[in-house]
C-alpha cells in the first residue's frame, strides 16, 4: 500500500463563497481511500491536507 499525502495551503482572507470550500468539495470527489483534513488557525482555514491510499489487488 502506498501513501501520497498533498498539503494546500489557502489564504487568510476569506470571501463568499469561501474558496477552500470548492478545494475541498475536488479533493473529496477525486478520493476513492485516503482523508481530507481541514486545519482552522484563529477560526480561519488556513491549510486542506489529502491522504490518498493506493490500493492494491491481487495475490501476494
Do not use: C, N
Amino acid at each position: 500500500m502506498s501513501l501520497h499525502t498533498e498539503i494546500i495551503k489557502t489564504s487568510s482572507t476569506a470571501t463568499l463563497p469561501p474558496d477552500w470550500l470548492g478545494i475541498v468539495r475536488e479533493k473529496v470527489e477525486g478520493l476513492r481511500y485516503g482523508v481530507v483534513q481541514i486545519v482552522v488557525h484563529d477560526g480561519k482555514v488556513t491549510q486542506i491536507e489529502r491522504t490518498e491510499k493506493t490500493r492494491l489487488e491481487g495475490k501476494s
